[in-house]
């Protein structure tokens, strides 16, 4: 069975197609500047790397490009769109109503939809992208929403309220969500199978460190709390978000500044967190440059992300009383040998033993170790594979639908 993963923003797409028979990625690629004058294309294939410059007026003609380079020419990997079985979407809002992967109808959609308050830049251009595909693949190709949050929709009441007006929980829906739940869900239990134990019986802290990055505590196989909230600005320093702060700083910084909603949005999302620490840098490889060349505010971005990163494993130590294995990913968590040395030893205290060599081994899609034979805590690297899960969720729903 194959299946095509899809992962529509505003004005991109990016795609996966996975033969569910050995779980083999044929062709992974993205449509650039959708809606733009001039759009980019780029596909990979076991034949390589393929670019082109192409207008993509929308996300149906974004999925006409994608569709006649899997068909034909020198990308070509299916003789036609019917080998397609179906195809899974990535989701990022589903608020309070969808707790797991779900099959799309015309409901489902109107659901999506009704979230796009909350996840105003991400769930209307799902929308687009579902609807665009429908119409390339007609409706007969079923269709799966897989949820960034429904791995977290089993959090208790405790850990996603606000402590805020409780009539704004009930007219707004205003409550911790937590984001990335694909990757945690992955990695979590990858990690559990490299321990060789049933995910109910490990109290696990998975990591995911990119651009973005949010940290989940999972017991007894399910979410009990994560640091991203309503949005995925909550939690810690990230490349260009601030992370959790003193509520009053942003409305003392609308008074002095006169921002607007947007404007503040704009500020706290985009040139906050290590680049705005740091002066513009927001790429962990250049944070690590420049701390180590000298440059006093790269080293103290670096410094607060540690710092934070500790505070909130500690935290979820004491939330889940204890903690049998912490797993890093994401680009960050599996790459930043620095990152990962400082916060495994900083937790030598709980009787982690870090094992270096290994640490210097896993990078670039290379999982391991960290933790030595010794240590009272496992620590992995993991690397992650939302593309994957997706495609594993589709499969399962569309083998029920298509009998
Ligand atoms: P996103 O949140 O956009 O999905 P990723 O998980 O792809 O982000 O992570 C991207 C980040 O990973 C980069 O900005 C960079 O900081 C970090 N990264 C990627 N490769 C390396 C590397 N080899 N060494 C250190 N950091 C890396």
Redesign the pocket.
């Given at each position: 069975m194959k299946i095509l993963v899809i992962n529509a923003g505003s004005s991109s797409l990016k795609f996966q197609l996975i033969d569910m028979n050995g779980e083999v990625v044929i062709a992974k690629g993205t449509c650039g500047r959708v809606g733009a004058e001039m759009g980019e294309f780029e596909i990979k294939t076991e034949q390589g790397k393929f670019e082109k410059e192409v207008a993509m007026a929308n996300h149906t003609e974004a999925f006409l490009v994608v569709k006649e380079a899997l068909t034909s020419g020198e990308t070509k990997v299916i003789d036609s769109l019917s080998e397609i079985s179906a195809i899974g979407h990535r989701v990022v809002q589903g608020g309070a109503i969808y707790k797991e992967s779900t099959l799309i109808t015309d409901d489902v959609i109107k659901g999506i939809e009704s979230l796009c308050d909350l996840a105003p830049l991400h769930n209307p251009a799902h929308i687009q992208g579902i609807n665009a595909c429908m119409e390339v693949f007609g409706k007969d190709v079923p269709e799966v929403a897989v949820f960034d949050n429904a791995f977290h929709s089993t959090m208790p009441e405790e850990a996603y309220m606000f402590g805020i007006p409780y009539e704004y929980y009930e007219k707004y829906q205003i409550r911790r969500y937590g984001f990335h739940g694909t990757s945690h869900r992955y990695v979590s239990g990858e990690c559990a199978n490299i321990m060789g134990k049933d995910l109910k019986d490990i109290k696990l802290i998975t990591c995911h460190l990119?651009?973005?990055s949010s940290i989940t505590a999972i017991k007894d196989g399910k979410v009990i709390d994560t640091s991203m909230g309503l949005t995925p600005l909550d939690g810690f320093v990230m490349?260009t978000r601030s992370g959790n702060l003193d509520p009053s700083v942003v409305t003392f910084l609308q008074e002095k500044e006169g921002w607007t909603p947007a404007e503040t949005n704009a500020v706290l999302n985009k040139k906050s967190g290590i680049a705005g620490i740091s002066g513009g840098f927001?790429?962990?490889?250049d944070i690590q440059k420049e701390a180590n060349e000298g440059n006093k505010r790269a080293d103290l971005a670096r410094k607060m992300q540690w710092y934070q990163i500790r505070k909130y494993i500690g935290q979820y130590i004491a939330a889940m009383q204890g903690v049998d294995a912490i797993v890093f990913t994401?680009?960050?968590g599996e790459?930043?040998q620095p990152l990962r040395q400082n916060i495994c030893e900083s937790f030598a205290y709980l009787g982690i033993t870090f094992n270096a060599e290994e640490n210097a081994k896993a990078?670039?899609g290379v999982g391991g170790e960290l933790s030595g034979a010794d240590s009272k805590v496992k620590v992995y690297v993991i690397p992650t594979n939302e593309e994957l899960m997706i495609a594993r969720d589709t499969k399962e729903i569309a083998e029920k639908v298509l009998g």
């Open positions: 990119g651009n973005g490349g927001s790429d962990d490889r994401g680009g960050i790459n930043s990078i670039r």
